[in-house]
């Protein structure tokens, strides 16, 4: 009489071909109930289990297989894969050496050798094993594919892309292979041949979603808003918990300043949020209403999926804070930017008989004159861009660091893979993220009492350490700012208030807009000064948004970018700064008051709304700093009555302000320092708490 569980075993096999895991799960587990010891069933099991996104019971069932009989192959490879899924990426490696003892020359097995050996750093021996694939299968696509990688990963981005070429003209069904290749031409610049691989890939594949999000990054990143959101819409349309679309698109939309459906976008975040949906971006969080305790949630989630801790050795203990301690400052932005204009100063002021200073930099060299001055300014400058994240912490380590500092968190081109590795006994997160980072390996984020109070310590990842002042450095050397243009040359009104913000666009919000547009309508004879490119949609937008208010139009003036001396100048054909929120200014406010324009704040609930008021009060003008909203728009119309109070506030900005801690940067880089040994007392002694440094 025949077996009736061998049809149930026939089922199974055939459900799994077709992708249905689950249904093969529950016939695998009722044939298995009655042959508890079927390879086949164990080896299959694990395979569903692994394609169904359970990798752990994968491990389980693909081991169960191999004690039963250690000569499969094939079981031997899956487990390899189940085990590279979990993070066990070494025991993968020898699974597939296992593999590859039973079953020599086979391709698909180097491939996927290769691509576990690049997960480890080793990009040299995974481009030998890559090409030893090829050398039994020239045309196996996922080894010209694990190649590519490999290349890339050794900085040799021709030959990457030659190989991903191939890769994608061997199967160009392939989304990998596709995207890859589109990344790599974006990367030599070969912008127009990355759109088109997209698009022909895409006109083969319209629902393959990553290639679609590619495809809108690509369309954002050249200045295309619009085509852009529409790409991202289209992503969240196949796959509606996509997180990072979600994320891009409230970022895009609000870059043009288009808020039709922002309160259905925000919801949506914030509930992925109470999800842990992942991908959600806790940069783009920042910006939008939410609590601490949500950022925190969110960056958790965030490094949990991109920059999980790796088990690594641990470092040396730091040097004797009475020595000569080493400080690492990592970042994509030692070049012409915001991080970049705040830091080097203090870089320059670092005392050089206690502290050595690298840098490490993992961004783009744009040959100006900040580049220049940043590299003379480090010890040692090491260009990481085109190293692997195991690469630069292996750099990091050989340069017995003491305090790495990263300068960037969770914005674009962030390094957090580095930090992940472990490369230093002490890791902190200063001046380029306001907020909690959510990494385990992260010690330290250095704020002061206004942006990051020890009662909120809860929600952060970190121990917060307070400087004296403002945790915002500044520059007080060759600040050049240049005669601005008359107001009339700006299309400013020449008998006006001007009211500006130079923040960047993303940060306004309708919430924002309301407040401008009520103190426009309580100050008739005031305007509303804004920056942005001619031609940009935010333009229309604004003004279109401001009528719907009441407001007309023409009181929206906007003026374009321009270098940071000219940038600066425009500060003094404006009356009063009015800050945004829930992100405020925050080099913006810092040369707002350089300049001598005073800034309107109120202090909000997070890091990022609060920069402004530390800012407000280190130059010695408190009373700028509001407790709420409404009392912001009250201060920003009474200012705008008093002509005699907005001259003493510009001149006392000029004057006793140029003077105060503020301005300082010796000052400010002697109580840095003072924290950075304290970090390093606390690390030798096995302890990690807050840290206030006295005034």
């Not at 008051?593 to 280190?618: D, E, K, N, Y």
Request: glycine share 6%; charged share 25%.
């Amino acid at each position: 009489m025949p077996d009736p569980t061998e049809s149930t075993l026939s089922a199974a096999l055939a459900h799994e071909r077709n992708g249905r895991f689950r249904e093969a799960l529950a016939l695998y587990d009722r044939h298995l109930a009655v042959h508890p010891r079927n390879t086949v069933a164990l080896h299959r099991s694990g395979c569903a289990l692994l394609a169904a996104g359970d990798a752990v019971g994968a491990v389980h069932r693909l081991r169960a297989a191999l004690a039963l009989d250690a000569g499969l192959a094939p079981a031997w490879a899956d487990l390899g894969r189940a085990l590279a899924a979990i993070g066990r990426v070494e025991a993968a490696i020898n699974a597939y050496a296992e593999a590859s003892k039973r079953a020599p020359g086979d391709a698909a097995l180097l491939a996927d050798l290769a691509a576990a050996e690049s997960m480890l750093g080793r990009s040299a021996q995974a481009e030998r094993t890559a090409r030893a694939a090829l050398a039994v299968d020239s045309r196996h696509g996922s080894a010209w594919y694990q190649l590519a990688l490999a290349l890339e990963a050794q900085g040799r981005l021709l030959e990457a892309l030659d190989a991903a070429s191939r890769a994608a003209a061997v199967d160009p069904d392939a989304v990998a292979n596709a995207g890859l290749k589109a990344q790599l031409e974006l990367a030599a610049g070969q912008d127009s041949r990355a759109k088109a691989t997209l698009d022909s890939a895409l006109a083969r594949k319209p629902l393959a979603a990553p290639l679609r999000f590619q495809l809108a990054s690509l369309l954002e990143q050249g200045g295309d808003l619009p085509g852009a959101v529409a790409e991202y819409e289209k992503v969240l349309a196949i796959e509606p918990g996509n997180g990072a679309a979600l994320s891009q698109l409230i970022v895009a939309r609000k870059r043009m300043c288009d808020w039709h459906d922002l309160a259905r976008l925000r919801a949506a975040f914030r509930q992925g949020v109470a999800e842990d949906r992942p991908l959600l971006s806790p940069f783009a969080l920042l910006a939008e209403p939410s609590t601490r305790a949500e950022q925190h949630r969110c960056a958790r989630r965030w490094v949990a999926v991109l920059a999980p801790p790796v088990a690594v050795e641990a470092p040396a203990p730091p040097r004797d804070p009475r020595a000569r301690l080493r400080i690492g400052y990592l970042s994509a932005d030692f070049h012409a930017h915001a991080t970049a204009t705040l830091v080097a100063g203090v870089v320059e002021r670092h005392d050089r008989d206690r502290f050595a200073v690298a840098a490490y930099s993992t961004g783009l060299d744009d040959r100006s004159p900040m580049r220049a001055r940043l590299v003379a300014a480090f010890d040692r400058f090491v260009d990481a861009r085109e190293w692997s994240p195991q690469q630069l912490a292996a750099q990091v380590r050989a340069d017995d660091i003491d305090v790495l500092v990263d300068l960037k968190g969770h914005t674009d081109d962030a390094p957090t893979t580095v930090l992940a590795l472990r490369p230093a006994p002490v890791q902190a997160s200063w001046l380029g993220y306001p907020g909690t980072l959510g990494a385990p390996y992260v010690d330290y984020v250095i704020g002061d009492d206004i942006v990051t109070p020890f009662a909120e310590a809860a929600d952060y990842s970190e121990a917060i350490v307070q400087l004296p002042h403002a945790y915002q450095p500044n520059d007080d050397r060759g600040r050049a700012i240049a005669e601005p243009p008359s107001r009339a040359a700006l299309g400013l009104p020449e008998d006006a208030v001007v009211f500006c913000c130079f923040n960047a666009l993303w940060k306004l919000n309708p919430e924002v807009l309301d407040r401008w547009t009520s103190i426009l309508r309580t100050v008739p004879h005031g305007v509303l000064w804004l920056l942005a490119r001619d031609g940009d949609p935010a333009i229309a937008n604004l003004r279109r948004e401001a009528q719907a208010r009441g407001i007309q139009p023409k009181r929206l003036v906007f003026a374009a970018p321009r270098p940071n001396a000219e940038y600066l100048g425009l500060y003094r054909r404006a009356d009063l700064f009015l800050d945004t929120w829930p992100y405020g200014a925050h080099t913006t406010a810092s040369d707002a008051l350089w300049v001598g324009c005073p800034v309107i704040t109120w202090r909000g609930h997070t890091f990022a709304s609060r920069v402004a008021a530390s800012l407000c009060v280190t130059v010695g003008l408190p009373q700028l700093v509001c407790d709420d909203a409404g009392d912001y728009c009250a201060l920003a119309a009474t200012h705008a009555a008093d002509t005699t109070e907005r001259a003493r506030l510009r001149a006392y900005l000029e004057g006793p302000g140029r003077t105060s801690p503020l301005f300082d940067t010796a000052r400010f880089t002697e109580a840095l320092e003072e924290a950075y040994r304290r970090m390093v007392a606390q690390a030798r002694a096995g302890e990690r708490a807050a840290i206030a440094i006295e005034k």
